[in-house]
């Protein structure tokens, strides 16, 4: 299965509510990093969150670390109807000796106006 | 910012046909990468370079090939393009193991 999972795979909320997703990945990590992708397009980066941090704020996005738990959490506050997208959480496994990133299947989410 | 291009959004090719998908990026990066996104499927990795000249199989490789002559550049090849290659083709570079991951806007690739 995938280092990264995202849960749930779908999500639907109203404009104005907060959205979030969570992430879980077996080994030991370098660092974990959060991606966003619209319908059709490349992904975009929205934050890198290493492995000696436990939260990171950029904007309306927050995200969380537990290494503990192998998790992390992406938290967008006050949705818009323009976050629609799917996110990806990507791992950095640090039993690799590669600069290879390990991606998860996603969570679909939908904002409605 | 950094930029990654691809050199096609969308692309149909026919059964047997050889296909390239060029791929640049403008930062100076050493790591590169091409994914193919299926549904159901996520991101699943096909080669990676990281340098010029070198190449590294990901998790699919079978049926495809790849060149990196210059460092900006990396190129994915179907020497003999078949159905089951129809999906979208991502390009990504990265400075290091421990940098932001960039993106190409994505091929999607229609092999009839």
């Known amino acids: 299965s995938q280092q990264g999972e995202e849960d749930p795979q779908a999500l639907s909320i109203q404009e104005g509510e907060n959205a979030t997703m969570n992430c879980s990945y077996k080994t030991s990590i370098n660092n974990l990093q959060w991606y966003r992708q619209n319908s059709g397009r490349g992904l975009v980066h929205l934050i890198l969150?290493?492995?000696?941090?436990r939260e990171k704020h950029s904007g309306r996005l927050r995200v969380t670390l537990d290494t503990s738990k192998k998790s992390s959490s992406l938290l967008i506050t006050a949705s818009r109807a323009a976050d629609t997208a799917s996110y990806f959480c990507a791992t950095d496994p640090r039993s690799y000796n590669t600069d290879k990133l390990i991606f998860g299947t996603g969570t679909r989410l939908q904002v409605f106006p | 910012d950094v930029k990654v291009t691809q050199s096609s959004r969308y692309l149909v090719k026919r059964t047997g046909e050889k296909v390239f998908l060029e791929c640049v990026q403008d930062?100076?990066?050493?790591?590169m990468f091409w994914y193919r996104q299926d549904p159901g499927l996520g991101l699943r990795l096909i080669y990676f370079s990281y340098d010029v000249k070198m190449k590294e199989k990901g998790d699919i490789p079978e049926g495809y090939s790849v060149s990196r002559e210059k460092k900006e550049r990396f190129s994915l090849i179907l020497e003999s393009a078949s159905t089951n290659q129809t999906s979208m083709y991502l390009c990504?570079?990265?400075?290091?193991?421990?940098?932001?991951?960039?993106f190409g806007p994505g091929t999607r690739l229609t092999v009839l």
């Open positions: 990504a570079s990265r400075k290091g193991s421990t940098d932001t991951q960039y």
């Open positions: 930062m100076d990066h050493e790591n």
């Open positions: 969150i290493r492995s000696n941090e």
